[in-house]
């Protein structure tokens, strides 16, 4: 069968993966699938868990979630002392199904202290050619530079008015509900961008988009703007990597997550808890680095040439 010789395959590329990373001396560390804390993240929706099974030593009212990413306990290892690790193994968010998304998705994602952005994005592409030797040589191109080749449009200065005329002059359905310039960016990025990108890193997305990443101030022909020092990989027009070079600031952290927990709110998302155990770490103290996450699911869609996520992975979301 098909499936059987795609989960060789995917056997193999997963050995390839710990072979990488084991002759860079990373460590692979394996943490919690279910914990108290989770990603105050505006998109991405965590499942939540209560059952009064819980030990009694916890409070029988304390809702646990499936990680949405291995990032929170990693970091806290990082803040503990470990320098290079890495992890492989299931995530979860809720709702998210389609022909690149199941509930539960294989995510790798890896830190190294001391590496900065421009190390982190080298690393990822090393991993990628490493991987596959085939796949066409990775370009690197800034989000201001390939979104206004493609829109015409300064992404870091451009209005909801002017993202708007963008949309509507290339036949781009959106909802009434889109008011945010960041969440215009993303459409159109999403709709004229990404299917043009076959081996791209991009980097120095929108400040609005920093997430957990570090921002910095970059001159343009119109004076300074504000970037955050995020990367992410795109073959054949898919996203498969996500990296920050990360944010070091406890308290800024804490004020992103709150920001984000308003929108949720006033998008009557779930509200999430914006204190963790991740912050209560990093103020003590956070060591410079860099990480990435990186979807091996729509890796080896890309690398088998398949369609659906359910081409690579045994058990989908209805049959599991």
């Known amino acids: 069968m098909t499936l059987f010789k795609n989960l ?7 050995c390839r993966i710990r072979h990488f990373f084991g002759e860079r001396h990373f460590v692979e560390v394996q943490t919690p699938a279910l914990s108290a804390d989770t990603i105050v993240d505006l998109h991405v929706e965590p499942i939540a868990v209560t059952d009064s099974s819980f030990p009694v030593t916890l409070h029988r009212d304390q809702t646990y979630y499936l990680r949405t990413s291995p990032e929170f306990a990693m970091k806290r290892l990082l803040s503990a002392g470990m320098d290079a690790i890495y992890e492989i193994g299931s995530v979860f968010r809720k709702g998210d199904r389609g022909p690149f998304h199941n509930v539960e998705f294989t995510m790798l994602e890896w830190y190294r202290v001391g590496d900065d952005y421009r190390t982190g994005m080298k690393l990822l592409a090393e991993l990628i050619q490493f991987i596959d030797e085939t796949l ?8 201001q530079d390939i979104f206004q080749q493609y829109t015409g449009v300064n992404p870091h200065r451009a209005t909801v008015i002017e993202c708007r005329n963008v949309a509507e002059q290339n036949n781009i359905s959106y909802p009434d509900s889109l008011t945010e310039t960041e969440d215009w960016i993303d459409l159109l990025f999403s709709e004229l961008v990404q299917p043009n990108l076959q081996s791209v890193i991009v980097y120095d997305f929108p400040a609005l988009q920093s997430q957990l990443a570090q921002t910095r101030m970059i001159s343009d022909l119109s004076g300074t703007i504000t970037v955050s020092e995020r990367y992410e990989l795109f073959l054949h027009g898919i996203e498969i990597a996500n990296g920050y070079h990360e944010l070091l600031d406890a308290s800024e952290l804490r004020n992103r997550f709150c920001n984000n927990l308003k929108r949720r709110m006033t998008a009557n998302r779930s509200a999430l808890p914006v204190e963790s155990r991740l912050l209560t770490a990093m103020e003590s ?3 410079a680095s860099c990480g990435t996450a990186l979807g ?3 890796l080896l869609m890309v690398l088998l040439k398949t369609n659906s996520i359910d081409d690579v992975i045994p058990f989908p979301i209805e049959i599991c």
Do not use: A, K, N, T
């Open 285 to 287: 103290g956070f060591p």
């Open 8 to 14: 060789r395959y995917r056997s193999e590329q997963l």
């Open 136 to 143: 066409p040589e990775i370009v690197y191109c800034s989000f």
């Open 296 to 298: 091996i699911d729509r």
